[in-house]
C-alpha cells in the first residue's frame, strides 16, 4: 500500500462503483484521502487509478489495511465517508470506529441509500459518541466520479464543516442557463458554477427527500417505456427509429438524462447477434427498494403519488414473467391495426405531449410528497433549492427543473405545482393530445399505467366536486363511519340512521 508522510483530510470506507469514484472525485478537488475496504483488491484498485490519473504528480490517496489503520492516517477531527451497502453493514461499520477511538467532534457520513427513518434512529443512538450525518447522493458511477447531485442532511454543525467539501465535488450548473457544465477529464473538475449540493434540513431529511427523487425516477423511467410500446406498436418503428425520435425530443422541453440514454439503449446493437440489444434484454425488471418506500410513504402521509405507485407495481408485474408468457396465448386484445404513414407524425407528436404532460404530474406528486411530509416531520424544506440540486448529475435531471425553481422561487408556498401559471399552461396547451395518446393505447391494448394514472391524478386534482361523497355514503352505511355536510361548517360530523328511522343526527 501506498503512504502520504502528511496526515490525510478525509477518511472513506468503502470502494466499490460509488465509493471508488467519489475517492477520485474527492482527489480531483484537491482533498487527501485515506481509502479503505475490506477487500484488499478494492484498496489496490483505487490507488492503481490514482497513480493513472495523477500522472507524475504526488500520490492524492492513501491505502489502508484497517480502520485502525485508517484512522492513524487522519488528521482530527476525523471527517469520514462512507460509501457501504444501506442497513447493518452501516451500523457494523459505525461500531467498528467507535471502537477504534471516535470522539463527539468526528463525522461520520453515510452516503448510501438508507431508509431515512433508520438514519434518525442512528443519529439518536450515535449522538453524544460523535456526529452522524447523512449524505444521500445520485447521479450513479459517473456522476460519483465528476459531480453528483448531493443532498446532505444532520447536524449544523457537522454541515458548517462539509459544506466546502460537498459543494466542490458535486456537479455545477451554468446560473444563467440552468444547464449542466460537464468536464468528464480526470484531474480537471467542473470549479465554476452553481453547485449541486444544498443543506436538506435535519437528520433523516436529505435521505427522504432523495427517496422520493428515486421514486418520481421511478415514475420517469416506467413512462419513457410506455412511449416507447406506443410508439412500437402502433408505428411499427424499429429500435433505431425510435432513438431517432428520443433524440429529435431531447432537444424540446422533454430534454433529461433519462430521455438520452434511454436513445443510447434503443439504438444499440446486441455485440452477440448484431440484432436490437433492447430485443435481448429480458423484460423482467428489478428493484432496490426506494421506489417502494416512496410509494408506502405517500400511502403513510396521504399524499397520493399514483405515478410513483404505477411504476413500481408495473415493475413488479413485469417480474411475473411465466405467468405472462402463458397468458399471451389465453387472454385476448384488441384486433391491433398499424397507424397509417399519413398519420404517423400526429401520432409520435401525442405522445411527445402525453409523455411530457405526465412528467409534470409525476414531479408534482412528488414535491407535494415531500411537502407534506415535511410538515409532519417539522422540516423547513426549500423546494427551490431541491429542484436547483436535481438540474445536473443526479438521474432525474432534467431541462425543466430550471422551471420548477422558478415556480418555488415565484411562490414558496405553492401547493402545487400543477397551480403554478407555467406549469397550468404546459398541460392546458397539450392535455388533448395527452387525453388522445391514452385513447389510440387503450384501443390497441397498449398498457400505460402510468399515463392513465397520471391523467387521473390531474382530472381528480382539478375537480371541485368528486364522487368521495358516495364512498363516504357507503362508509357511514356499513360502519357509521359519519360524514360532513357541504351545508355545514367543516369539523362538524353526521350519521344518518340508516336501518330505523333515518334522521340525521349530529355527531360532534
Known sequence: MSSTTQQCQIGLIGLGVMGKNLG???????????????????????????????????????????????????????????????????????????????????????????????????????????????????????????????????????????????????????????????NNEPGN???????????????????????????????????????????????????????????????????????????????????????????KILDVAGQKGTGLWTAIGSLEVGSPAMAVTASVYARALSGLKDNRVKASGILKGPEVTQVADSEKEAYIQRVHDALYCSKICAYAQGFELMKTAGKQQGWDLDFAAIAKIWRAGCIIRAVFLQSITDAFNKDKELPNLLMDDFFAGQIEKFQSSWRESIVDGVRLGVAMPCFTSSLAYYDSYRSETTAANLLQGQRDFFGAHTFERVDQPRGQFYHLNWSSDREIVRIK
Open 24 to 182: 477520485l472525485n474527492l482527489a480531483d478537488n484537491g482533498y487527501s484521502v485515506a481509502a479503505f475496504d475490506l477487500d484488499a483488491e478494492k484498496v489496490q484498485g483505487i490507488l492503481s487509478q490514482d497513480e493513472v490519473e495523477r500522472g507524475d504528480q504526488p500520490a492524492r490517496i492513501t491505502g489502508c489495511t484497517s480502520f485502525e489503520d485508517m484512522l492513524s492516517k487522519l488528521e482530527k477531527p476525523y471527517l469520514i465517508i462512507l460509501s457501504i451497502p444501506a442497513g447493518k453493514p452501516v451500523d457494523i461499520v459505525c461500531g467498528k470506529l467507535m471502537e477504534c477511538g471516535l470522539s463527539q467532534d468526528d463525522i461520520v457520513v453515510d452516503t448510501g441509500n438508507s431508509l431515512w427513518t433508520d438514519t434518525v434512529e442512528r443519529e439518536a443512538q450515535y449522538n453524544g459518541k460523535f456526529i452522524f450525518f447523512s449524505c444521500a447522493v445520485s447521479g450513479g458511477e459517473v456522476g460519483a466520479r465528476f459531480g453528483p447531485s448531493l443532498m446532505p442532511s444532520g447536524d449544523q454543525a457537522g454541515w458548517a464543516r462539509l459544506e466546502p467539501v460537498l459543494e466542490a465535488i458535486s456537479a455545477k450548473v451554468d446560473p444563467n442557463t440552468g444547464l449542466p457544465l460537464v
Open 189 to 279: 473538475p467542473v470549479k465554476e458554477g452553481e453547485p449541486c449540493a444544498a443543506y436538506i434540513g435535519p437528520t433523516g431529511a436529505g435521505h427522504y427527500v432523495k427517496m422520493v427523487h428515486n421514486g418520481i425516477e421511478y415514475a420517469d423511467m416506467q413512462l419513457i417505456c410506455e412511449a416507447y410500446d406506443s410508439l412500437r406498436s402502433a408505428l411499427g418503428l424499429t429500435p433505431k427509429e425510435i432513438a431517432a425520435i428520443f433524440r429529435e425530443w431531447n432537444k424540446g422541453p422533454l430534454n433529461s438524462y433519462l430521455i438520452e440514454i434511454s436513445a443510447e439503449v434503443l439504438d444499440q446493437d446486441d455485440p452477440v447477434t448484431g440484432e436490437p440489444l433492447v430485443d
